[in-house]
């Protein structure tokens, strides 16, 4: 642990006046109690349900199913805190900034933890737990640019009954409401919530990368990834389940985040 800390605080030292990248997965919040998408932990989304519930495609078959999920994977995101690698991760862009340096966040989650714990400069490229949106495209509640907060919408009804006709609507259009996260029948361009181009940018500004539980099963890491070894710059991965490796473009680090990044962030003090 000691010489995993001392490693990325000691990259981290070289571009205090230049641009970091994090780009965080669904691992950083298992500590927080919400379960990993494709990790290796029994619970972890897609080892128990099926990908296919999480497409647009599905929400226009069965909206009323796929709501059902949905809201019974947000309860536990709700429920949620964020851990001491989310508060780590603040205190190293305070710190950065300081030293007059950029920081920026590229998170998959659509949980609120980062913002929960106060990072500022945050893309969420897959969308929002705790935002919905109009199913119809070019409404003002929806795709490309409009959303609503989920707190202000009544699930109650369809909560105690379950079915398509007890769906909340949008209050603009009478559409149904779909929830603000990208499918995976989506592109990352159809709302501008997702930040692509904002993402797509970091790729040629990052100076040092650091992935924190990520399975690099997504667009959005291998693009990092890619730009990363095109440009030669250093990119560390956090990952407790990680085979450790000290070479190659990829240094892996075997730690939990909730230990590591805290351990760093008293070496930058």
Request: aromatic share 8%; proline share 5%.
């Amino acid at each position: 642990m000691n010489r995993h800390a001392e490693t990325l605080a000691e990259a981290l030292r070289t571009v205090e006046d230049g641009s970091l990248l994090v780009v965080t997965g669904a691992g950083i919040s298992s500590a927080s109690g919400i379960s990993t998408f494709r990790g290796t932990e029994p619970g972890a989304i897609w080892k128990t349900s099926d990908m296919a519930l999480a497409t647009f495609d599905y929400f226009l078959r069965d909206p009323a199913g796929q709501w059902q999920w949905y809201l019974k994977r947000f309860e536990s995101v709700h429920r949620a805190r964020p851990n001491p690698a989310h508060h780590a991760l603040v205190e190293i862009e305070s710190w950065l900034t300081r030293k007059g340096g950029e920081f920026h966040l590229v998170t998959q989650n659509i949980d609120t933890l980062h913002e929960q714990a106060g990072t500022r400069n945050l893309i969420k490229i897959h969308g929002s737990s705790d935002r919905v949106r109009c199913s119809r495209v070019g409404c003002l509640n929806g795709a490309p640019r409009g959303s609503l907060e989920i707190a202000e919408i009544d699930f109650a009804t369809f909560a105690s009954r379950p079915e398509r006709s007890n769906l909340p609507c949008c209050p603009e259009c009478d559409s149904l409401l779909r929830a603000h996260v990208l499918f995976f029948d989506e592109y990352y361009l159809e709302h501008s919530d997702y930040r692509f181009a904002d993402a797509e940018a970091l790729a040629e500004q990052m100076q040092i990368v650091l992935f924190v539980g990520t399975s690099f099963s997504v667009g959005i890491t291998d693009l990092y990834l890619r730009a990363g070894r095109r440009r030669g710059i250093p990119m560390f991965t956090i990952d407790p389940a990680a085979t450790e490796s000290e070479a190659g473009p990829l240094r892996s680090l075997a730690a939990p985040a909730e230990d590591l990044l805290p351990a760093v962030v008293n070496l930058l003090a």
